[in-house]
Nanobody, 126 residues
Framework: QVQLVESGGGSVQTGGSLRLSCAASAHTYMRECMGWFRQAPGKEREGVAGIYTGGSSKYYSDSVKGRFTISQDNAKNMIYLQMDSLKPEDTATYYC???????????????????WGQGTQVTVSS
């Protein structure tokens, strides 16, 4: 069982920055791939960033590429999402998720993520 707890959400203006954190209860062998997803009201949950916990592979959706950065500190079992140049369309609930799929070469579909955090709200105002 992997427990995930997100923190760091909040409200910012357009162009601002936020850093989300995800604390994982389990070692990386139980969570080979970590991802950040988001869900806006009335929309499907979408993946925005992912990272292979056993190496350096990272993934970003086109909508956040160049603005968001995912990172990890395996010694602390932490995953981070640095969000810069935020836009109103980034407003959503952000979720941290874990998968036991090795994402060295590709980012798994949402259905392969077995464990989810409770979510943290990010609101970007214009």
């Amino acid at each position: 069982q992997v427990q995930l707890v997100e923190s760091g959400g909040g409200s910012v203006q357009t162009g601002g920055s936020l850093r989300l954190s995800c604390a994982a209860s389990a070692h990386t062998y139980m969570r080979e791939c970590m991802g950040w997803f988001r869900q806006a009201p009335g929309k499907e949950r979408e993946g925005v960033a992912g990272i292979y916990t056993g190496g350096s592979s990272k993934y970003y959706s086109d909508s956040v590429k160049g603005r968001f950065t995912i990172s990890q500190d395996n010694a602390k079992n932490m995953i981070y999402l640095q969000m810069d140049s935020l836009k109103p369309e980034d407003t959503a609930t952000y979720y941290c998720a874990a998968s036991n799929v090795v994402c060295r070469e590709f980012f798994p579909a949402r259905s392969y993520f077995n464990y989810w955090g409770q979510g943290t709200q990010v609101t970007v105002s214009s």
